[in-house]
């Protein structure tokens, strides 16, 4: 996955970085290969500097390449919802209905 992003922000010498992209169409920015004198310009930016910063307001103004993530390799897992479907499919089970637990 790394090689396909660094291929991706080399391809425009104008991007300040390749980042994954899920089927869903929601970026991945942790999962992204950045330009590093991008990167210092972006935190020298912030306006409170990086304590407490999101990782998307410090990218927010850079030129990203988008790379499809079709298999969602990179799915997120921000509620525990989303923990147990990650789960799920990892280990190749189901979720039960009635107990919402993974069964074999």
Do not use: F
């Not at 307001?57 to 990650?86: F, H, I, K, N, Y």
Request: net charge negative.
């Amino acid at each position: 996955m790394v090689p396909a992003l660094v291929a991706a922000a080399l391809v425009d010498p104008e991007a300040d970085g390749a980042r994954l992209v899920g089927a869903d169409g929601s970026p991945q920015h942790l999962v992204a290969a950045y330009r590093r004198s991008a990167l210092d310009a972006a935190l020298d930016a912030l306006p409170d500097g990086p304590r407490d910063a999101s990782v998307r307001s410090l990218v927010a103004g850079l030129r990203l390449v988008d790379v499809p993530d079709p298999d969602d390799a990179a799915a997120d897992a921000d509620t525990w919802d989303d923990v147990r479907r990650l789960d799920v499919r990892l280990s190749g089970g189901t979720i039960d209905p009635d107990d919402d637990r993974r069964t074999p």
